[in-house]
T-cell receptor
């Protein structure tokens, strides 16, 4: 299984809602990533987890809260988002953090904040 | 100046043409990645390379470490190759962080 899955594919939420994005991989990868991508722009790194511990937070607002409950699962909890947070949210995983390893990306969740 | 620069930004080709996309970088790297993204879709890793040349089907990627330059070639292009191609670099001390180029939008007409 060389796949990263993400659910849901699409999400529309109001500014007062609480929702979660889910990412799963069963490749035994120990590094997992959240990216945000706006239209016609490259992805921007948000968070990096290594061995289920948060390694990098790229100064992301606290309305985004990541969680890595086990080595296969990565969540992104959303609360009180702004319309400018509408974007494609991509999850990725790689074998390890240190060194150079190929990153496997999921299909993304298209988020619209109304 | 961006650490990773791609050219061209937009590329239009006729089916069957040979295509080249270039990537230059200004930082020390542990590897260079070529990624493909179809409209509205997720990202697929095409190549990761740190030296020389790699080939997969009609795709060829080369890297010149001394010149800090990489190229992605597509032979016998097809409309299904239409996508955004992104060059990204990983640096040894950057905890897996990828630094991305701005992407090249490729459109192949039948």
């Amino acid at each position: 299984d060389t796949e990263v899955t993400q659910t849901p594919k699409h999400l529309v939420m109001g500014m007062t809602n609480k929702k979660s994005l889910k990412c799963e991989q069963h490749m035994g990868h120990r590094a997992m990533y959240w990216y945000k991508q706006k239209a016609k722009k490259p992805p921007e790194l948000m968070f990096v987890y290594s061995y289920e511990k948060l390694s990098i937070n790229e100064s992301v607002p606290s309305r985004f809260s990541p969680e890595c409950p086990n080595s296969s699962l990565l969540n992104l909890h959303l609360h009180a988002l702004q319309p400018e947070d509408s974007a494609l949210y991509l999850c990725a995983s790689s074998l390890r953090l240190a060194g150079a390893y190929e990153q496997y990306f999921g299909p993304g969740t298209r988020l619209t904040v109304t | 100046k961006n650490e990773v620069e791609q050219s061209p930004q937009n590329l239009t080709a006729q089916e069957g043409e040979f295509i080249t996309i270039n990537c230059s970088y200004s930082v020390g790297i542990s590897a260079l990645h070529w990624l493909q993204q179809h409209p509205g879709g997720g990202i697929v890793s095409l190549f990761m390379l740190s030296s020389g040349k790699k080939k997969h089907g009609r795709l060829i990627a080369t890297i010149n470490i001394q010149e800090k330059h990489s190229s992605l070639h597509i032979t016998a292009s097809h409309p299904r190759d239409s996508a955004v191609y992104i060059c990204a670099v990983s640096q040894g001390t950057s905890y897996g962080k990828l630094t991305f180029g701005q992407g090249t939008i490729l459109t192949v007409h039948p």
